[in-house]
């Protein structure tokens, strides 16, 4: 039935939001090391359980978070590296469209 379904305009996509994945990860990364150090001593009770292997779980989410860390950073430094090449470019053209519209200096005649 024509009618019933409602258009509603589309907004426009709001820029990504930017965070400090860098941190973000060194704390998830700690949060890994912490799991692994609560859960060593209890080795052999988790072992009669089953569950002996979450502490190994543990390093490896801590080894994995070294990894993630260094991308992070890796990324971080990239992408500060592009917005300052953008920038200097940006500045560049600037300076060289105002030497072009500003008027040649005429030289005075001698008095």
Known sequence: MPGLVKK???LPAAPPMEANDVA????GTVLWLLGFLVL????SSLAAHGKGDW????????ALG?????YCRRRR????AARERDAARERDAGR????????????????
């Open 77 to 80: 430094d990239a992408i500060r």
């Open 55 to 62: 502490p190994w779980i543990c390093l490896a989410g801590f």
């Open 96 to 111: 060289e469209s105002a030497e072009r519209r500003a008027p040649q200096a005429q030289e005075e005649p001698p008095a």
């Open 24 to 27: 973000i990860v060194t704390g």
């Open 66 to 70: 070294l990894l993630g860390i260094w």
């Open 40 to 43: 060593i001593p209890f080795h």
């Open 8 to 10: 509603t305009a589309k």
